[in-house]
């Protein structure tokens, strides 16, 4: 079974793949529709047989899924703390080095399979000069940078919307709200308004942002979802099924783990490590889309006041976990509860039992 990284890994690089194929399909319809009528073409363009097509087909798959594998392994990591238009223009200039290596292997290929001959013999070679001396050349590259530049494009996006939220936009899941048992994370940095004042302002963002760039291995192992940002507050959601019935826990204690590892390093950087407080809840909830100017999809229900509230209660009973009644049920055996009463929290009108962990 694929583990929860490797699973997003290929949900990552397959769009890629999808819109190089796509874009590749659109392109040579285009072109054999502009060159139906035309008598003679030029010998450096590959007339498309179907052979010629299924190759060319694999072809650009094959490029997509590669600039998808740079993009993440690679160039992400690379220009990470660079902004978007230098992001791009320096992901482009490298890109175009990549896919001129792509067309002078590609391009012998599949004209000595329109010439059924091998791909190193002589004639292929000099029409392959012959193409980058033509227009034709230049068509291809203006294909390539364009199919690029919506890789990189859609990554972005996606990126600043979260790719969750882009497949159910695609979809139209939630074009009409519909109800979903979810399990609901409230996590909160302790200290934070000391730490803004120690820091400053700017220092104290570059703090959150890699605070939150390390919670984030925890939610990526543990399949969350992540639904709001909210200042030094971080909402993570899980479906309420039996594959996540534990996830919310074990995602909690990596957590912890992550930023244990990381304490020196904050110490050494920041003159602080952050800590955090969390609250766990689940029920039912609608979720749709929702807005004019900037849609999003935004969940409403009882259960995301109620788990706020939960979260709140954490300096109350000095504990760094709070859990609802309706969790509990699931946690694993390795995990012991304890007890910390029944409260009526602020909003609702019954009791409800509350637990922490003991750890």
């Known amino acids: 079974m694929l583990s929860p990284r490797i699973k997003r890994t290929i949900t990552r690089i397959l769009p890629f793949g999808i819109i190089w194929l796509l874009t590749g399909w659109v392109f040579l319809f285009i072109e054999t529709s502009a ?51 230098k992001r791009l223009l320096y992901k482009m200039l490298l890109y175009g080095i990549f896919l ?14 329109e010439m059924h001959t091998s ?12 193409f980058l001396q033509s227009s034709t050349y230049i068509s291809t590259m203006f294909q390539m940078v364009v199919t690029l530049f919506l890789c990189l494009f859609y990554d ?51 703090f959150l942002k890699q605070y939150y760039k390390d919670l984030s291995e925890a939610v990526i192992n543990n399949e ?33 783990a992550k930023l244990g590892t990381k304490a020196s390093w904050y110490e050494e950087h920041f003159k602080t490590r952050p800590h955090f407080k969390a609250g766990f809840h689940a029920g039912r909830v609608t979720a749709g889309e929702i807005g004019v100017i900037k849609k999003e999809i935004l969940y409403t229900g009882d259960v995301i006041n109620a788990t706020a509230r939960i979260q709140a209660l954490c300096n109350t009973y000095d504990v760094n976990l709070i859990v609802s009644e309706t969790l509990i049920q699931t946690l694993p055996p390795a995990y012991e509860p304890v007890s910390l009463g ?18």
């Not at 600039?67 to 992400?76: I, M």
């Not at 009526?344 to 750890?359: D, F, H, P, V």
């Open 156 to 206: 972005e996006i996606s990126d600043h919307v979260g790719r969750a939220v882009i497949y159910k936009f695609f979809t139209g899941k939630y074009h009409r709200p519909v109800e979903e048992r979810r399990i609901f994370m409230f996590l909160d940095m302790k200290s934070s308004t000391t730490i803004a004042e120690q820091l400053g302002h700017l220092a104290y963002f570059r």
């Open 224 to 256: 969350g979802e992540v639904y709001q940002y909210v200042g030094d507050e971080l909402v993570v959601s899980w479906k309420l099924n039996t594959v996540n019935s534990s996830r919310w826990i074990h995602c909690f204690y990596e957590m912890q």
């Open 119 to 130: 791909a190193w013999h002589p004639q292929v070679w000099d029409r392959f000069f012959s």
């Open 100 to 113: 001129q290596v792509i067309i002078t292997i590609a391009f012998p290929i599949a004209a000595g399979i």
């Open 342 to 359: 029944k409260v009526t929290l602020r909003g609702q009108s019954r009791e409800m039992a509350l637990y922490t962990i003991k750890s």
């Open 35 to 85: 060159l139906n009528n035309v008598e003679q073409t030029s010998n450096t363009a590959i007339q498309v047989d179907y052979r010629v097509f299924i190759f060319a087909s694999l072809a650009v798959l094959i490029v997509g899924f590669l600039v998808g594998l740079l993009e993440l392994l690679l160039f992400r990591r690379l220009f990470y703390n660079y902004s978007f238009l």
